[in-house]
């Protein structure tokens, strides 16, 4: 990645207009910083014209070029796979001697559901993403499960200063109690029995001078709030076993689905801590209240899974109203999950049933064989046994709370999820074969 005020992106139609564009670009590319002066722009008026003029026919190419400044910038035409509503292609300059790491296929990735925001509350919130780039401030994502948080902390780290350091994701729903506290400030030698002989770093060290995102930010527990508010206030730590006082250099960004208002008044939450964590407070809306970003977001998920699994899959008409008649109780995530189902299990017959399953996603059963066909009780066991331990899963997030709530070892969660993913790769793979 490189600094914001170093990077330009620039979103293109299919007639080579600009869309919009995001980036710090008067001082490093000469031109207006207003965005009208250049929204609706022909690409070819651009001052890079001879590089730009073959952009629709390239495909993810990195291209050097010159400014009349004598500047030396790092072109990347990132041709996206499908066209997304009138979004083409993209155009990521960045000045080629603030360059700290080459973009990855995950950066990639952000910068296409970007331009897919289209609801005045998203714009909004990243508007104030922007806003708050250059400063540590502490951010605290607010929203339901699904609705984006890791991908908009994620987004926070890319724009600020500290995006060429490392951004570290904890789910502190996903530690056990007994280990979070080490894991995230880590351990002396000799601290543990069973631990390592020399000790350990934590995550809050492997996270120095970037940013670290600490989803589900109400389970961690009690004892272990006190010395991330230490974190907060002092910017020092301590390591598990040990006296020396270590000085942290990061920004704190953390998530959460529950009202923590509710959890201080219960005595669960500290109310410092609360305090400390709510100076840039952003409430992300629901799916369902962002509808005009549904469509183009699973085409994106679309694209992304025909890459994946080498299919051939798209979004009919009549599918797309179905989506967009969906309440979307699980938000984005359910929305990638339904459409990677979609994708793996597509062939020309099934419309129908995936208009049922959008539609009746939320049922306690399975959706009803073709040709009224039973299938064994060992075979309904098995698919009963698939469609609950996946809806907790996505319920609670990591494999912990889902062994909790359907009383069962972690072991078996993840051996499960494992063994379903493996199940429909394989499948996949089988039917592109057949094609």
Known sequence: MVHSTNMMVIYVDHHNQVLSWQGEAADVFGISPEPFATVGMHVMELPWERVVEAAPNLNNT???????????????????????????????ISRLDMIQMEPNEEDRLQLERNALIRSPKMKKIIDIIHKIANV??????????????????????????????????????????????????????????????????????????????????????????????????????????????????????????KDLKQLVAQKSFREDLYYRLHVVPLTIPPLRERREEIVPMAQLFVDTFNRRYGRQFFLS??????????????????????????????????????KETIGTCDSDFPLELPGKQLPSLKEAKKQLEKELILRAYDLYENTYRAAEALQVDQSTIAKKLKEYRREDASGANKRSKKR
């Not at 990195?62 to 004598?70: A, E, Q």
């Not at 908009?152 to 789910?171: D, E, K, T, Y």
């Not at 938000?331 to 994708?343: S, T």
Request: aromatic share 6%.
């Open 136 to 257: 540590d401030s502490t951010v605290l994502l607010l929203g339901e499960s699904g609705v984006g948080k890791t991908m908009l902390a994620r987004m926070i780290h890319q724009v600020s200063s500290r995006s060429g350091r490392p951004f570290v994701a904890v789910n502190c729903g996903a530690l056990p109690d007994s280990l979070i506290e080490a894991e995230l400030f880590g351990y002396e030698a000799g601290t543990f029995t069973g631990g390592k002989a020399e000790g350990k770093r934590g995550l809050l060290e492997t996270a120095e001078g970037g940013t670290i995102f600490l989803d589900e930010i109400a389970e961690l527990p009690y004892h272990v709030q006190s010395k991330l508010l230490e974190v907060l206030q002092e910017n020092t730590f301590r390591k598990v076993g040990s006296v020396e006082v270590k000085k942290a250099n990061i920004r704190i960004v953390a998530a959460t689905n």
């Open 317 to 354: 008409q009549q599918v797309q109203e179905s989506l967009l008649a969906h309440e979307w109780p699980g938000n984005v995530r359910e929305l990638e999950n339904m459409v990677e189902r979609m994708v793996v299990t597509y062939c020309e017959d099934t419309e129908e049933l995936w």
């Open 62 to 92: 990195l291209t050097v070029m010159h400014t009349p400044s004598g500047r030396t910038l790092l072109l990347s035409i990132v041709k996206l796979p499908r066209q997304v509503m009138t979004l083409d292609y993209l155009l990521v």
